[in-house]
């Protein structure tokens, strides 16, 4: 199972970027997604997050200018940013908080998975 983010990139202040996050593998059940965020010397910190059903929870620093919404046929969750920030500028990660999923013909369950990093730099 991986967890692969893209969409990260440079982008003028007040520009929009649109990130995603595929969950591979034979999945069959993420109750949780999110997207954190680190900067330079910071601790990583929640974005935004969402449930199965659609439920979605927002810090907020970025209420208002960012969407989650996710796609469970695809496992994949985005992040629209709209309205970008110098202070936005970070590494964005994104985590599913347990994933169950077929391996080896066994079901197994395991929890707290993190992506790679996508590098987003708000400047001009």
């Known amino acids: 199972v991986q967890l692969q983010a893209s969409g990260g990139g440079l982008v003028q202040p007040g520009g929009s970027l649109r990130l995603s996050c595929a969950a591979s593998?034979?999945?069959?059940?993420?109750?949780?997604m999110a997207w954190y965020r680190q900067a330079p010397g910071a601790t990583r910190g929640m974005v935004a997050t969402i449930t199965a059903g659609g439920s979605t929870t927002y810090a907020d620093s970025v209420k208002g200018r960012f969407t989650i919404s996710r796609d469970n046929a695809k496992n994949t969750v985005y992040l629209q940013m709209n309205s970008l920030k110098p202070e936005d500028t970070a590494v964005y990660y994104c985590?599913?908080?347990?994933?169950?999923?077929?391996?080896?013909?066994?079901?197994?369950?395991?929890?707290?998975?993190w992506g790679q990093g996508t590098q987003v730099t708000v400047s001009s």
């Open positions: 593998g034979s999945i069959v059940r993420i109750p949780e």
């Open positions: 985590n599913a908080d347990q994933i169950t999923y077929y391996s080896g013909g066994y079901l197994r369950r395991e929890s707290d998975y």
